[in-house]
């Protein structure tokens, strides 16, 4: 077997659990029974939207605190006259500056 798939739809974490579903189903000779049912999207948007957006932000802050210097996301090269390379970064807050602030009363066009 084969399997090819963008890394949007299966992640480092889906993709064991859908091969092991894969193999199961070649085992059993497809039967769906051998295979434990999914929990629709909707249960766990029901089940999100009950969470603490407060216990959330206040537990994030817990696990990033002393985290002060920005995640670095792209770094481009420049080559100058004589061959040397230099490289700039960007970090997340320019780069959500720069594409993510735009005036929210503007016309969508």
Same mark, same amino acid.
């Given at each position: 077997?084969?399997?090819? @798939? /963008? /890394? ?10 859908? %091969? ?7 085992? +059993?000779?497809?039967? /769906?029974? &051998?295979?434990?049912?999914?929990? !629709? ?8 939207? +009950? ?7 206040? &537990? ?9 210097? !920005?995640?670095?996301? +792209?770094? +481009?090269?420049? %080559? ?14 320019? @780069? %959500?500056?720069? @594409? ?7 016309? %969508?066009?």
């Amino acid at each position: 077997m084969i399997l090819t @798939n /963008h /890394h949007i739809l299966l992640d480092g974490w889906s993709m064991p659990l859908l %091969v092991r579903d894969l193999l199961t189903l070649y085992a +059993t000779d497809s039967d /769906h029974s &051998a295979i434990p049912r999914v929990h !629709p999207y909707r249960d766990y948007l029901s089940w999100i939207s +009950t969470r603490d957006d407060s216990e959330s932000i206040e &537990a994030w802050g817990e696990a990033l605190r002393g985290l002060g210097d !920005p995640t670095l996301l +792209t770094g +481009t090269h420049a %080559v100058d006259e004589d061959g040397a390379t230099s490289r700039s970064t960007t970090t997340a807050s320019e @780069n %959500v500056r720069r @594409n993510f602030c735009v005036d929210s009363s503007a016309p %969508v066009a």
